[in-house]
T-cell receptor, first 112, second 115 residues
Framework: DAKTTQPPSMDCAEGRAANLPCNHS???????VYWYRQIHSQGPQYIIH???NNETNEMASLIITEDRKSSTLILPHATLRDTAVYYC?????????????FGTGTRLKVLA | NAGVTQTPKFRVLKTGQSMTLLCAQD?????MYWYRQDPGMGLRLIHY???????AKGEVPDGYNVSRLKKQNFLLGLESAAPSQTSVYFC??????????????FGSGTRLTVV
């Protein structure tokens, strides 16, 4: 499974869009990009995943570059409750095991 | 639905004691996982299971054993606890359809302290 690189921390003003980047330059064609977040000491929460097309759900949007070497998670209107650690993970979903390897993620702080 | 339930939520053990952490899910998920998270670090996979009766090692399996006798339960055992096993333990489950994994559902964690 491809390795990911994320900035350790970011700040965002409340009400503004939060754009969290992830680099996965070694991604292969059958690997998906997944995003999770962990609020304080709770269990991580699934946000969104994608292969090559941009994806949107009620929580966020996922933009994957055409070459698939990087992606951006967008929280369109960040609130204080979005303060969390965000993890970008790349896995091959045909592996039959779907075991994630978590990095240290990006600590997003939403400022009032 | 309860989702993923972990028992207990907190525990303090003395070095050398044993204990079992229970994870139960009511979503009929095939896959279950145990992770540990140390302060300021990401999650590390201990063991996982791809179905009832199966288990496999993750990144950091030493000092732990697991069992998946029933599809809905995944047990994590510490035979002889050590201070290095002080951590927060998270259980997760997931399902897939047509080889696409639809994400993990995590429990709320078990905070274990070994003194």
């Amino acid at each position: 499974d491809a390795k990911t690189t994320q900035p350790p921390s970011m700040d965002c003003a409340e009400g503004r869009a939060a754009n969290l980047p992830c680099n996965h330059s070694t991604i292969s064609g059958n690997e998906y990009v997944y995003w999770y977040r962990q609020i304080h000491s709770q269990g991580p929460q699934y946000i969104i995943h994608g292969l090559k097309n941009n994806e949107t759900n009620e929580m966020a949007s996922l933009i994957i570059t055409e070459d698939r070497k990087s992606s951006t998670l967008i929280l369109p209107h960040a609130t204080l409750r979005d303060t969390a650690v965000y993890y970008c993970i790349v896995i091959r979903t045909t592996s039959g095991t779907y075991k994630y390897i978590f990095g240290t993620g990006t600590r997003l702080k939403v400022l009032a | 639905n309860a989702g993923v339930t972990q028992t207990p939520k907190f525990r303090v053990l003395k070095t050398g004691q044993s204990m079992t952490l229970l994870c139960a899910q009511d979503m009929n998920h095939e896959y279950m996982y145990w992770y540990r998270q140390d302060p300021g670090m990401g999650l590390r996979l201990i063991h996982y299971s791809v179905g009832e009766g199966t288990t496999a090692k993750g990144e950091v399996p030493d000092g732990y054993n697991v069992s998946r006798l029933k599809k809905q339960n995944f047990l994590l055992g510490l035979e002889s606890a050590a201070p290095s096993q002080t951590s927060v333990y998270f259980c997760a489950s997931s399902y897939s359809r047509q080889d696409l994994n639809y994400g993990y559902t995590f429990g709320s964690g078990t905070r274990l302290t070994v003194v």
